[in-house]
């Protein structure tokens, strides 16, 4: 190699490092902005917290000085005849015992509180954020990772709070107050004993530096266990069906070792630390207690003073442990507040206008304009849309045919304002969708899809979703608009029946006619049916298609469909191939011109032969 490549190699070497520190600073800036953002409703509260703990530190510390003046003073006074002075140490050291107790036990409780409220927050907060983000994130970013952010990674603050801060700020405040005590008591042992946090620095600085490095890999090991599992969950239906528990019980079985061996790493940390902290304690200990007796042998030193002495630095390594645990708590809490604030740092790309403008008033649907679109759904993927223009007159329905992948989801997307084209324009009544708010849009757009998803509650509930606070009347005449009225009645409880999760008390059809009877409730003014009479067999869709016409009129609709018999009722026939309109008019008319349509018109009527 030459000496240049060598130098590139270096240089590359080290700007890898550079930014690799810069972008472990910003994660830290980061997670420590959420943080103050959680505590900062509750600084009164915290204010009060930091009093009630240097209080109960301060009558802790109290006892082994009272033990001193009672060892030197009291005793030999009392042997004297005069027990006052050792009676008012004893005294003394109960009254600064109960004080520290119910100090402590007020401190707890009040800690305790503030934590449950920034969980609660907390908690609220990803989940809320979670809801306003655009389709796009939900679909690149699974629902095992939102998961692990609002489980684990905040099971891993609650362990903070609960625990952490609290061994923290006693630590904290004993080692403080025990370090000027032990140099009040006797200056050169005190110097003595501080010499000895010199490697217990370097000891920290060292762990610091690898425990997080080691616990934002368990945060990212135990997110890839979550997500296998709710996969697997999600998927058993094609899990049984194709035999896959072995294959992913060896997906499961790597992943839970990497998380194992991403703790043993930070558990390794802590071990190292902890010997070194309690190495450095014992030897500071046995110096001190052989330096002690020979200075007390000498008369150099009283032996209250020297007991003093040792009962505070017993006290003065102890809590170097539990900054140790806090340490290790702290590591794994950073590394969770990364992964939280990385999350709500996530904006949507379809956002809320600032200055939302009103749709003009309507009796009927409302025109759908698309003007000079062109869409991918990222800024380096391939072009889904090439761009077009298109209007669909207020009122009509439209279906839109073509073979997979040619954009027709993409399309109906649009409109419903799921995404937003890369470039161009969609209108409604010549308003730009980006210019409404998100509460005039979902009333103006509803979009029926195949996935006709239910939520756990009745099945009133769930077709009401279409208008919340609709009447029981009201939630009935839209079932029966759309023909659900029958089999809803037949159920054990009738629209009161519990669906259950995702709906699966009920079969995929009898989903789809609660779907259906959602989108009737809503009203909107256009409604978009993607694949939404795909899990219906032949006979419903025929009761369903004599609903749609009550449900599409008055109204503008795009209908994506497969089946040419849901497609026939459309006033007007869009052929999308590879994003692009190829064929445009009536479906009689493109029938009869013997196009794209008229073939796939074709071997549809010849497979009801």
Not at 550 to 567: E, K
Request: proline content about 4%.
């Amino acid at each position: 190699m030459s000496t240049a490549e060598e130098e590139w190699r270096g240089v590359a070497a080290e700007d890898t490092e550079t930014l690799t520190q810069r972008a472990t600073l910003r994660l830290q800036r980061r997670s420590r902005a959420l943080l103050g953002s959680l505590l900062r409703p509750h600084s009164r509260m915290v204010a009060l917290a930091l009093a009630l703990v240097v209080a109960e530190n301060a009558a802790s510390l109290a006892g082994p000085l009272i033990i001193a003046i009672a060892i030197d003073s009291g005793i030999p006074a009392a042997v004297g005849g005069d027990p006052s002075t050792l009676a008012w140490c004893v005294g003394g050291y109960l009254v600064a015992s109960l004080l520290s107790s119910g100090l402590r036990y007020l401190f707890l409780r009040l800690v305790g509180r503030i934590g449950q409220d920034v969980l609660l927050d907390l908690r609220q907060r990803i989940f809320r954020h979670a809801q306003r983000l655009s389709l796009s994130f939900h679909e690149n970013y699974t629902s095992g990772k939102v998961i692990s952010r609002l489980t684990s990674d905040v099971d891993s603050l609650d362990d903070l709070l609960d625990n952490g801060v609290d061994g923290l700020l006693s630590a904290a405040l004993s080692v403080t107050g025990i370090a000027v005590l032990l140099v009040v008591l006797d200056p050169p042992l005190g110097v003595f004993v501080l010499a000895g946090f010199i490697p217990l620095v370097l000891a920290a600085r060292w762990f610091f530096r690898n425990s997080n490095a080691a616990y934002r890999g368990t945060r990212g090991a135990i997110a890839k266990i979550i997500v296998q599992f709710v996969e697997t969950m999600n998927g058993m239906r094609a899990v049984q069906a194709f035999r896959r528990e072995q294959r992913n019980e060896s997906i499961m079985s790597g992943l839970n070792g990497s998380f194992r061996d991403a703790n043993r790493r930070a558990l390794d940390v802590v071990a190292v630390f902890t010997m070194t902290v309690r190495m450095v304690g014992n030897i500071s200990l046995a110096a001190v207690l052989l330096i002690g007796a020979w200075r007390v042998v000498g008369g150099g030193l009283e032996l209250g003073v020297l007991t003093a002495f040792l009962l505070y630095l017993r006290r003065f390594y102890d809590p170097l442990d539990e900054m140790a645990m806090f340490a290790n708590a702290y590591s794994s809490a950073t590394a969770a507040l990364e992964k939280i604030s990385g999350l709500l740092e996530e904006q949507p790309d379809v956002r809320e206008p600032e200055s939302p403008v009103d749709l003009p008033a309507s009796d009927r649907g409302r025109a759908v304009t698309f003007s000079r679109v062109a869409f991918r759904y990222s800024a380096d993927g391939p072009v889904v849309l090439p761009e077009f223009d298109l209007a669909i007159p207020a009122g009509q329905t439209v279906a839109l045919v073509g073979p997979t992948g040619a954009g027709k989801s993409t399309l109906a997307k649009l409109v419903a304002r799921f995404y937003d084209p890369s470039s161009g324009s969609v209108r409604l009544d010549g308003v730009d969708l980006r210019e409404l708010s998100d509460s005039a849009l979902r009333a103006a757009v509803v979009m029926v899809t195949q996935e006709n998803f239910l939520f756990s509650g009745s099945v009133a509930d769930n077709i009401a979703l279409g208008r919340p606070g609709a009447s029981r009347s009201e939630i009935e005449s839209a079932a029966g608009a759309v023909g659900a009225h029958e089999f809803i009645s037949r159920l054990p409880e009738g629209y009161g029946t519990d669906v259950r999760k995702r709906g699966g008390r009920l079969s995929a059809g009898q989903r789809q006619m609660v779907a259906f009877a959602r989108a009737f409730l809503a009203d909107p003014s256009v409604l978009v049916l993607d694949e939404a009479t795909s899990s219906l067999d032949i006979p419903t869709e025929r009761a369903v298609q004599g609903a749609l016409e009550s449900v599409l009129a008055d109204r503008t609709a795009l209908i994506i469909a497969h089946r040419l018999s849901t497609v026939l009722i459309a006033d007007r026939v869009l052929v999308i191939d590879d994003g692009r309109v190829v064929e445009d008019g009536s479906p009689a008319e493109l029938i009869a011109e013997s196009g794209r349509f008229a073939a796939l018109h074709s071997r549809w009527r010849d497979s009801l032969v």
